[in-house]
């Protein structure tokens, strides 16, 4: 039983191990609350990237804007399927509050804070200025996880 152990110790990645930094997809994609859900989609498109990060330009913020929350493909998926996509903003539609990581924390809180906000993707901070440096999603975990195998 005990070898059983250590062979799945070793063949398992351990999400511990791994750092969100490592990851994650470096920048972030941001628009106001007020943009149009289809210049998300556009914006998306342009970039591939499966995720844009919500501001609040009216925020009490030293820095004039504050993070808001997420707007996802899926949530342009949804959007579209209830036939509302021409007629909503990125505030409207965005997923909030907006879940954050710590670029240095492991991708197994990553995978803890996903799990327990039901959300596929998070903001990454840096923990010295407190500011947006990536983003980390599901699909990043996966391909994480095959890369450590």
């Given at each position: ?19 969100v ?23 998306m ?33 949804k ?10 903003t ?8 907006i ?9 197994a809180h ?34 994480a ?5």
């Amino acid at each position: 039983m005990k070898q059983a152990t250590l062979e799945r110790d070793r063949t398992e990645p351990r999400l511990d191990r791994i750092a969100v930094t490592d990851a994650m997809h470096a920048g972030v994609l941001t628009c106001p609350t007020h943009t149009p859900l289809t210049a998300v989609a556009r914006m998306m498109a342009a970039h591939r990237i499966h995720a844009v990060v919500v501001f609040d330009e009216a925020s009490d913020d030293v820095g004039g804007a504050e993070l808001w929350g997420v707007v996802s493909d899926l949530d342009l998926v949804k959007a579209a399927n209830a036939g509302e996509i021409a007629d909503r903003t990125a505030g409207g539609t965005a997923v909030t509050p907006i879940v954050l990581v710590d670029e240095q924390d492991t991708l197994a809180h990553a995978v803890q804070l996903m799990s327990e906000h039901e959300v596929a993707h998070l903001v990454v901070v840096s923990p010295q200025t407190g500011r947006p440096v990536g983003i980390i999603s599901t699909l990043d975990v996966a391909r994480a996880l095959v890369k450590a195998a």
